[in-house]
């Protein structure tokens, strides 16, 4: 079974310049998720879909951060104007949208490293 | 009070020996819990679920207490291998809400 697929691994930008993510969820995983991982902390949650709605983007900056998941399976996230403190991992993954016997759980992407200088 | 909180590390130990990782969640209504292990620059990947009766994985055993809101992590016998953060995990009923801790580090040394 192919994994979340992320691209680009690595990106260097300057800061005010603009950046995009994009992610492929595991097939048939409803629930998408963007993490934000600065170095030596825990995955944050910037957003969750439910399909092509958003569940939750209460920790999503939205004055310069944007996700869209259009057709219900890959997403893209964006940041314009970046940071520098944007510089993180930003970490895609995916889930099963309903509760089975065994539990759902989460599953990631490699990553997409931002360098903001 | 953070959602999630688990003990800062890192945890340097010598190999072979037994380790062990607290969690603490804030959250009475969470449901779900595991333990992801995070290797450097790899993104996170899922060590093991906790139930509540307590589970074991070969050389790794989890343990939930939902009254004090603990989970923990036993790993006995250390390889070097071993060596990754552990990250703690909660989720609510309906298994949509993940909330990670900031990770423990640890270090098994030869």
């Known amino acids: 079974e192919a994994g979340v697929a992320q691209s680009p691994r690595y990106k260097i930008i300057e800061k005010r310049q603009s950046v995009a993510f994009w992610c492929n969820p595991i097939s048939g995983h409803a629930t998408l998720y963007w993490y934000q991982q600065i170095l030596g902390q825990g995955p944050k949650l910037l957003i969750q879909?439910?399909?092509?709605?958003?569940?939750?983007d209460s920790q999503l900056p939205k004055d310069r951060f944007s996700a869209e998941r259009l057709k219900g399976v890959d997403s893209t996230l964006k940041i314009q104007p970046a940071k520098l403190e944007d510089s993180a991992v930003y970490l895609c993954?995916?889930?099963?949208?309903?509760?089975?016997?065994?539990?759902?759980?989460?599953?990631f992407g490699e990553g997409s490293w931002l360098t903001v200088v | 009070r953070k959602e999630v909180e688990q003990d800062p590390g890192p945890f340097n130990v010598p190999e072979g020996a037994t380790v062990a990782f607290n969690c603490t969640y804030s959250n009475s209504a969470s449901q779900s819990f595991f333990w992801y292990r995070q290797d450097c620059r790899k993104e996170p990947k899922l060590l093991m679920s906790?139930?509540?009766s307590g589970n074991e994985d070969g050389r790794f055993t989890a343990q939930l207490n939902r009254a004090s809101q603990y989970i923990s992590l036993l790993i006995r016998d250390s390889k070097l291998s071993d060596s990754a953060t552990y990250l703690c995990?909660?989720?609510?009923?309906?298994?949509?809400?993940?909330?990670f801790g900031p990770g423990t580090r640890l270090s098994v040394l030869p």
């Open positions: 879909f439910q399909n092509n709605g958003v569940v939750d």
């Open positions: 906790v139930y509540s």
């Open positions: 995990v909660v989720a609510d009923n309906y298994g949509q809400n993940f909330v």
């Open positions: 993954a995916s889930s099963l949208a309903s509760w089975d016997r065994t539990g759902n759980t989460i599953y």
